[in-house]
């Protein structure tokens, strides 16, 4: 098994990365823009595991590149790990629309440019999976957050409809809708440990799901269910509410 990481110096991507290594004894293609962290983690992974690992440039942006990154690799990934994302800055993306535009390609468009040619791929093959890290913001639109979450909750829409198009071909593709997790990106954030998980535990879920080819999860299990309540809460209601 080739697997391919997309955003890979994240610190979900990296501990996914590692479970699939020592699991699966997975081929790992670390892929991120940051190549000198990158090679840190393949020496890693081939020490620790035993397994082939190599580092790959990848800009999410860099659409005109998509489809020359993936031809080159070689063999192609029996599957890919979708787990770049941005978080940004709600208020400046209020006044600036370029950190808008940043959020939402980072987190949708150059998605949509990358597993198009990656689900042709698995397609023709006739084999492969699909593992999008989407986020519980985007659920529900809020203030604090909403142009963050709305570009999460658009890339969960369209794994939903890339799932029911590759079924038939069986190709699985799954949708890991995390809550809070104490990584780079939320290292700023006072977050409540008891909602928070960490990219282990993040990975254990991820790989625990893959093998009963769940379809959605979410990770902490609790978010499920704190989900539910905040989609449901009335409009008249949830409009007046500061979240």
Known sequence: MNILVLGANSDIAYAIAKKFAGEKKAGIYLASREMKTLQKKIKDLEIRFDVCATALSFDALAYDSHQAFYDTLNPKPDGVILAFGYLGDQEKAQREFKEAQKI????????????????????????????????????????????YGSAKGAFSLYLSGLRN??????????????????????DHMDLPEILTALPEEVAENVYSAFKKSKNIIYTKWIWRWIMAIITHIPEFLFKRMKL
């Open 165 to 186: 198009r590759l079924f038939s071909k069986n190709i699985h593709v799954m949708t890991v809708l995390p809550g809070f997790v104490q990584t780079k990106m939320t």
């Open 104 to 147: 939402i390609e980072t987190n949708f468009t150059g998605s949509v440019s990358i597993l198009e040619i990656v689900a042709a791929d698995f397609q023709q093959r006739g084999k492969g999976f699909i593992i999008g890290i989407g986020s519980v913001a985007g659920e529900r639109g809020r203030q604090s957050n909403y142009i």
